[in-house]
């Protein structure tokens, strides 16, 4: 529930928002009295002057009220979506991996854009005015009871049957408007989806299939735009039926009663005049409840948005550094770690042990799918083992507070992603309060540091979206350097299989020794390079740890890494 607190935070805003709306609806209602008060001066050859100021008086006074409370309600309204934002956002930013990626980004951008948008529409204006027109409609209800109840009966008789087919009305449009903004969301899914992908579609011939599947999609939304509309359309048209019945019924039956004597002309008038007065609030009414369950879905899809499994922090902050103490922790430790995707038949990772040392440089290899990124998932524990433990820095990682964990691990992934800013914005992304010199002996060992002196602004030099202005090498080598400016016990390098050109290759690789000397490297190795420069090589089949050794112990003892080196490792040099 984020909704609730949400609106609780707002509420003294929001009430007072409405009490102004309640004493403007209080001013509107004195004008037809001081109206009366001036024909009577007029009649009465009085001076006209201070029923004339009271009621100049009374406009402004319900101006300003109107305008105060729209204000108030419009603060509280943008309030309130800020307050669900960022939230939302909040509670994405700390989800759980695997629950992260099922969600669809078209869905999520239109549960935080717009069904946040529809929100605050149901929670501030519609609310607000269900609360001041109820508020006029029960003071006309109390007067005319004061003048005949009995008529009263008859009129709400008639007037109750309009709004009892008004809620009916109101709950179909809730239903009807969740399927609109799930219709949309799928719309606008499709469509991103569609957009990220525009040259694959292009090359594919397939922008008419495309744009007919999107046009279904908007077609659908419209279907289910059209049901609300249809819904909320017969509002108007139900309680306009049960006034105008009810007015048939009171003047009939109170002419009868005059011709009676039981009811004085004056009081059947101003019931009738009462009547007129009750129709506009009994609408606003109703046409506030309608808007109020259109919101209810929207507020339902941000709700649900809110309540996506969280990461656990994992415990206390212990301050440990994981070991530091006379010998130093392994780096990593797996002890029988299996592990299986959800919907995944066979598992990724089945009984798997290692220990990697403090320091050197470990390669990963195996045939696609063999689990090679799940044991880095595991390592950073963006998914949890089903059964074994994994250690990083001697601490078991199940309990580890999750941001001391991942403070002793570098990620260095496939393609390198770039933040958007300048060089020094990307490097120091995790660490935004290091020290020049940090930085320098990061770039150092990284083997940036003259690359970085050659752009034009230096290390201020802006990085296009992307990244532009560097190549595939250096992009890996700046993430490698933000890595290292943590002093990670442990990097994990997942090696990009583009080939580099063979100056890359070599400074990638030379990197990579010298940062084995200080924490241990862990590597998915694409090019036989990689391996061959590694201490020790981890081969993964079918989630199997099938063999580890040295290049030259492998290529005599384990078949399934000869067969790698010979077809799926590029030979040393073949960049070009
Ligand atoms: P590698 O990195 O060695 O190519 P992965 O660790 O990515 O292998 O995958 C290991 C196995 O787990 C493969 O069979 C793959 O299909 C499966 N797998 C990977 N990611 C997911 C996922 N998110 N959901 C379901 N199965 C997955």
Redesign the pocket.
């Known amino acids: 529930m984020i909704v609730a607190p949400a609106v609780r935070r707002q509420r003294t805003l929001i009430g007072v928002a409405i009490v102004l709306g309640l004493l403007g609806t209080v001013a509107t209602l004195l004008q037809p009295i001081l109206i009366g008060n001036l024909i009577a001066a007029v009649v009465a050859g009085e001076s006209v002057v201070p029923p004339i100021t009271l009621i100049a008086l009374l406009f402004v006074a319900d101006a300003l009220l109107a305008a105060l409370h729209l204000y108030l309600i419009g603060i509280a309204g943008e309030n309130i979506v800020l307050d669900l934002r960022t939230t939302v956002t909040g509670r994405l930013l700390h989800a759980r991996l695997p629950a992260f990626?099922r969600l669809e980004h078209g869905d999520v951008f239109n549960r935080t854009l717009a069904d946040t948008s529809l929100a605050r529409l149901a929670l501030t204006s519609s609310v607000a005015q269900m609360i001041t027109a109820g508020f006029t409609t029960v003071g006309c209800v109390a007067v005319m009871a004061w003048l005949d109840w009995r008529l009263l009966l008859a009129a709400l008789g008639c007037l109750g049957g309009a709004s009892a087919v008004a809620l009916v009305l109101a709950k179909g449009v809730r239903v009807a408007a969740a399927q609109n903004r799930a219709d949309t969301s799928d719309y606008g899914s499709a469509l991103l989806r569609v957009l990220g992908a525009v040259t694959t579609v292009k090359a594919s011939r397939a922008e008419r299939r495309e744009a007919e599947r999107l046009a279904r999609l908007a077609g659908a939304a419209r279907h289910s735009g059209i049901r609300v509309t249809r819904l909320s359309a017969m509002f108007m048209p139900a309680i306009n039926v049960g006034t105008q019945l009810s007015l048939a019924v009171v003047i009939a039956w109170g002419v009868a009663r005059t011709a009676t004597g039981s009811l004085s002309v004056a009081d059947l008038t101003a019931f009738i005049m009462y009547l007129f007065y009750l129709v506009s609030p009994l609408v606003l009414f109703f046409l506030g409840l309608g808007e109020f369950q259109q919101g209810r879905a929207a507020i339902d899809r941000v709700q649900e948005l809110a309540g996506i499994e969280q990461e656990p922090a994992g415990g206390p902050t212990t301050g440990s550094n994981g070991g530091a103490s006379a010998a130093p922790a392994p780096a990593v430790v797996f002890e029988d770690v299996s592990f299986s995707?959800a919907?995944?038949a066979?598992p990724?990772l089945d009984g798997v042990s290692f220990a990697l040392p403090a320091t050197g440089v470990t390669a990963v290899v195996?045939p696609?799918?063999?689990?090679?990124?799940?044991?880095f998932q595991l390592i950073e524990r963006f998914r949890s083992p089903d059964r074994g433990t994994v250690r990083v820095a001697g601490a078991d990682t199940a309990t580890t507070p999750l941001a001391e964990l991942r403070g002793r691990i570098g990620l260095v992934e496939q393609d390198a992603p770039l933040m958007r800013g300048t060089v020094r914005d990307n490097l120091t992304y995790a660490h935004p309060d290091a020290t020049a010199e940090e930085i320098t002996d990061a770039l150092r060992a990284a083997h940036l540091a003259e690359v970085v002196a050659a752009l034009p602004a230096g290390l201020d030099t802006e990085l296009g979206e992307g990244g532009i202005g560097l190549s595939g090498g250096q992009k890996q080598r700046l993430a490698i350097a933000r890595a290292l400016l943590g002093r990670p016990r442990v990097l994990l390098l997942d090696e990009a299989t583009s080939h580099l050109d063979s100056d890359s290759e070599r400074a990638l690789r030379e990197t990579v020794t010298a940062i084995g000397a200080h924490c241990h490297v862990l590597t998915?190795a694409h090019r036989m390079s990689t391996a061959m420069g590694a201490d020790e090589i981890l081969v993964?089949e079918a989630?199997r740890l099938r063999a580890r050794g040295t290049h030259a112990e492998l290529m005599a003892g384990d078949p399934v890494y000869r067969r790698l080196a010979d077809q799926q490792l590029a030979p040393v040099g073949a960049a070009s």
């Open positions: 990626q995707y919907e995944a066979a990724a195996g696609s799918g063999a689990g090679k990124s799940t044991l998915i993964l989630g």
